[in-house]
């Protein structure tokens, strides 16, 4: 178990994950959920998954409020300082059903489902774009100064 102050100070990804399988959403469905909450933070997803009326929605909530559960008893996070580091849709095994027609016919069709896998990780973790920018900054004016001595 890795506490905030550990993971600070040796400056390692600390990543939360939960799970939920064989969810009878078919995948394209909770995709276009997904896609509008990406990268966000924690509450402010929840928020959206809360107003989104897409049937995807509802296994999304349960499974972030899981992985926002495991930070906070697991690893000891923060709630306010988790962010939606990735969101992986995919397809489960399908059921295969069967529609019955006219004149003893069947029409074959397949009941969908997906497996949803969230991963959190905590802002403080991720390395932030200014101070990517700023390390590539000094490394261009030590190149310039370089070439004019």
């Not at 102050?5 to 909770?30: C, F, H, L, Q």
């Not at 997904?34 to 990268?39: C, N």
């Not at 962010?83 to 059903?97: F, G, T, V």
């Amino acid at each position: 178990m890795i506490n905030r102050t550990e993971a600070e100070e040796s400056s390692i990804d600390v990543e939360i994950t939960a799970y939920s399988k064989g969810v009878r959403v078919s995948t394209r469905k909770i995709r276009l959920v997904a896609d509008a909450i990406r990268k966000l933070p924690v509450d402010q997803a929840l928020g959206y998954l809360s107003m989104i009326d897409k049937r995807g929605a509802y296994s999304l909530a349960k499974t972030l409020n899981s992985a926002i559960a495991n930070a906070t008893n697991n690893a000891k996070l923060e709630r306010s300082g988790l962010i939606i580091k990735s969101l992986e849709i995919n397809e489960a095994q399908a059921l295969k059903r069967f529609h019955p027609s006219t004149k003893g016919r069947v029409h074959p069709y397949k009941r969908r489902g997906t497996h949803i896998r969230v991963v959190l990780t905590d802002n403080k973790s991720l390395p932030s774009r200014q101070a990517g920018e700023a390390r590539i900054s000094k490394i261009e004016t030590k190149e310039k100064e370089e070439k004019l001595t």
